[in-house]
């Protein structure tokens, strides 16, 4: 069989294993119409990644969480991180339900990337994350292949901001990706009468969307809940005219 003959029975064989398994809108207007067919694509890798001053990656990590909360309605999500401090209780305020989280430490990243693929060729899990400092283009190709086998979701999560690397000419370009969307996720100031008062906001930006567009928004949590609220829709690095959150069922 020539290599080409190969390539495409492969292909057929990851296209052909489940049938679309549609979008998971998230319910924020602003948002959604920026994503292909107006919400999430699922079946697909998406790459959430830590942004600002924050080095913990509180507010990627709650992104991730809330959307985990949504998905596993459609099963178990299945968390992978070498860290180990995530708090249950704590990931309950976000949304997610302890009884089904299933939550994994291999001792590396290396072993945190091989046991999401092999989570996302299993059958029965709502959604899987793989927390990563970094990936390679190979290891996020076969991680969204893995999720075409399927139809399961996938996250990469980095926490923490990663600068780009210069090539072999010292010139520094932005790092090819495999996910659908990419996200990046940074703190921004309270709605209240001082910084630290009132509902968390983070500066939320759809950096890439395979068949949608990119935006900047700054969005309002709900602890306790996967809700979140567009207060701001940003262009040019600047805060379009405040509105009135807008506050959305998940």
Same mark, same amino acid.
Not at 3 to 29: C, I, K, Q, T
Not at 61 to 72: K, P, V
Not at 73 to 95: E, F, K, M, S, T
């Given at each position: 069989?020539?290599?080409?003959? &190969?390539?495409?029975?492969?292909?057929?064989?990851?296209?052909?294993?489940?049938?679309?398994?549609?979008?998971?809108?998230?319910?924020?207007?602003? $948002?959604?119409?920026? #994503?292909?067919?107006?919400? *999430?694509?699922?079946?697909? *890798?998406?790459?959430?990644? +830590?942004?600002? +001053?924050?080095?913990?990656?509180?507010? =990627?990590? +709650?992104?991730?969480?809330? $959307?985990?909360?949504?998905?596993?309605?459609?099963?178990?999500?299945?968390?992978?991180?070498? =860290?180990?401090?995530?708090?249950?209780?704590?990931?309950? =305020?976000?949304?997610?339900?302890?009884?089904? *989280?299933?939550?994994?430490?291999?001792?590396?990243?290396?072993?945190?990337?091989?046991?999401?693929?092999? &989570? *996302?060729?299993?059958?029965?899990?709502?959604?899987?994350?793989?927390?990563?400092?970094?990936?390679?283009?190979?290891?996020?190709?076969?991680?969204? #292949?893995?999720?075409?086998?399927? +139809?399961?979701?996938?996250?990469?999560?980095?926490?923490?901001?990663?600068?780009?690397?210069?090539?072999?000419?010292?010139?520094?370009? &932005?790092?090819?990706?495999?996910?659908?969307?990419?996200?990046?996720?940074?703190?921004?100031?309270?709605?209240?009468?001082?910084?630290?008062?009132?509902? &968390?906001?983070?500066?939320?930006?759809?950096?890439?969307?395979?068949?949608?567009?990119?935006?900047?928004?700054?969005?309002?949590?709900?602890?306790?809940?996967?809700?979140?609220?567009?207060?701001?829709?940003?262009?040019?690095?600047?805060?379009?005219?405040?509105?009135?959150?807008?506050? #959305?069922?998940?």
């Amino acid at each position: 069989m020539s290599a080409l003959a &190969a390539l495409r029975e492969r292909l057929n064989r990851y296209g052909s294993a489940v049938e679309d398994p549609g979008v998971l809108p998230l319910a924020l207007p602003p $948002i959604d119409g920026r #994503l292909p067919r107006g919400g *999430l694509p699922l079946g697909r *890798l998406h790459r959430v990644a +830590g942004a600002g +001053g924050d080095p913990a990656g509180a507010p =990627a990590t +709650g992104f991730a969480a809330r $959307i985990l909360a949504r998905l596993q309605r459609r099963g178990p999500v299945l968390w992978c991180a070498v =860290a180990d401090d995530l708090y249950p209780p704590a990931l309950a =305020a976000l949304g997610l339900d302890p009884d089904r *989280l299933v939550l994994v430490r291999p001792r590396d990243e290396t072993g945190v990337l091989a046991v999401a693929e092999e &989570a *996302l060729r299993t059958r029965g899990f709502g959604a899987v994350l793989a927390e990563a400092t970094r990936a390679e283009l190979l290891a996020e190709r076969r991680l969204q #292949l893995a999720c075409e086998a399927h +139809g399961t979701t996938a996250f990469l999560l980095q926490r923490r901001p990663v600068a780009p690397r210069a090539g072999r000419d010292g010139i520094v370009r &932005a790092s090819a990706s495999a996910a659908v969307t990419r996200w990046a996720v940074a703190p921004a100031p309270s709605g209240g009468t001082a910084a630290w008062v009132g509902p &968390a906001r983070w500066e939320l930006a759809l950096t890439h969307s395979r068949g949608g567009r990119p935006g900047r928004w700054i969005v309002e949590t709900e602890d306790g809940t996967d809700r979140l609220a567009v207060v701001a829709e940003l262009a040019d690095h600047a805060a379009a005219a405040d509105h009135a959150p807008r506050r #959305l069922a998940g």
